[in-house]
C-alpha cells in the first residue's frame, strides 16, 4: 500500500463500497489483524477523508488550521473517530458471525450515530434534500458525517453482501451477480494470494 498521491492514499485504498467500509479498512490491509493503522494523527484523517469525498479540499483546509490551532482537541476527535471505527468493526464482525452484537461496540456506535443526527440540519442534497452535518465542535465534522452515512449502510439491503477479504482483514461489499468476490481488490490481495499459490508449487517441485 505504498502511497502514489500526495495525500498517500490511492484508489486501491477505498474498495470497500460505502464510505463507513472505506474508513474501517483505514488499518490492516497486510494480513488478517488489525494492525498498521494509516491514522496517527488528525492530518491523516483529513487526508483520507479528502480522498474519500467525505470532505471538499477546502473544508479539510479549513480543519487542518483549526486542528494547528486547537491540537489537544483534534487528538481527541481522533480518539473518537477510531474508537467508532473499531467498535463498528466488532459489530459487523458479529453480524458476519450471526453472534449477538457486543454490547460496549454497540453503544458507541450509537452513540456518535445519535449524536451526529442531532448536529444534522435538513438542506440540498443530490436530487431533494439530505441531512448535513452541522456539529457545534467544527474537528467532528468528519466524525459527524460518518455518522449520518452509517445507518444507510446498517439497515439497508448492502449489510447481508457485508464480506471480510479472504486475505486480510478489510471488508467490503459484494454486489457481484455470483457473490463469489473473494478479495479487498485483485491488485492487492488477489495479486498476493496468486504469488503465494505459485510459490508454494515451486516448493512442492523443486
Given at each position: 500500500m505504498s502511497a502514489s498521491s500526495a495525500a498517500g492514499w490511492r484508489a486501491e485504498d477505498l474498495v470497500g463500497g460505502h464510505i463507513v467500509l472505506d474508513f474501517l479498512n483505514t488499518t490492516g490491509g497486510r494480513g488478517k489483524a488489525r494492525d498498521g493503522d494509516r491514522l496517527v494523527e488528525y492530518a491523516g484523517l483529513l487526508d483520507w477523508s479528502a480522498a474519500a469525498s467525505l470532505l471538499r479540499a477546502d473544508e479539510a483546509a479549513v480543519l487542518a488550521m483549526a486542528a494547528e490551532n486547537r491540537s489537544e482537541a483534534a487528538a481527541a476527535e481522533l480518539r473518537r473517530a477510531i474508537e467508532w471505527r473499531e467498535a463498528l468493526h466488532?459489530?459487523?464482525?458479529?453480524?458476519?458471525?450471526?453472534?449477538?452484537?457486543?454490547?460496549?461496540?454497540?453503544?458507541?456506535?450509537?452513540?456518535?450515530?445519535?449524536?451526529?443526527?442531532?448536529?444534522?440540519?435538513?438542506?440540498?442534497?443530490?436530487?431533494?434534500?439530505?441531512?448535513?452535518?452541522?456539529?457545534?465542535?467544527?474537528?467532528?465534522?468528519?466524525?459527524?458525517?460518518?455518522?449520518?452515512?452509517?445507518?444507510?449502510?446498517?439497515?439497508?439491503?448492502?449489510?447481508?453482501?457485508?464480506?471480510?477479504?479472504?486475505?486480510?482483514?478489510?471488508?467490503?461489499?459484494?454486489?457481484?451477480?455470483?457473490?463469489?468476490?473473494?478479495?479487498?481488490?485483485?491488485?492487492?490481495?488477489?495479486?498476493?494470494?496468486?504469488?503465494?499459490?505459485?510459490?508454494?508449487?515451486?516448493?512442492q517441485k523443486g
Open positions: 466488532s459489530v459487523l464482525v458479529a453480524v458476519q458471525a450471526g453472534a449477538p452484537l457486543p454490547e460496549t461496540a454497540r453503544e458507541t456506535v450509537e452513540t456518535v450515530i445519535r449524536q451526529s443526527q442531532s448536529d444534522a440540519r435538513l438542506g440540498p442534497g443530490g436530487a431533494g434534500l439530505a441531512w448535513q452535518a452541522d456539529p457545534t465542535e467544527p474537528l467532528a465534522l468528519v466524525l459527524t458525517r460518518l455518522g449520518l452515512a452509517a445507518p444507510e449502510f446498517l439497515t439497508g439491503p448492502d449489510l447481508s453482501r457485508l464480506r471480510t477479504c479472504e486475505r486480510c482483514s478489510w471488508m467490503f461489499v459484494d454486489r457481484g451477480r455470483g457473490r463469489a468476490r473473494r478479495w479487498c481488490s485483485m491488485s492487492l490481495c488477489g495479486n498476493r494470494a496468486k504469488a503465494a499459490r505459485h510459490y508454494a508449487r515451486t516448493r
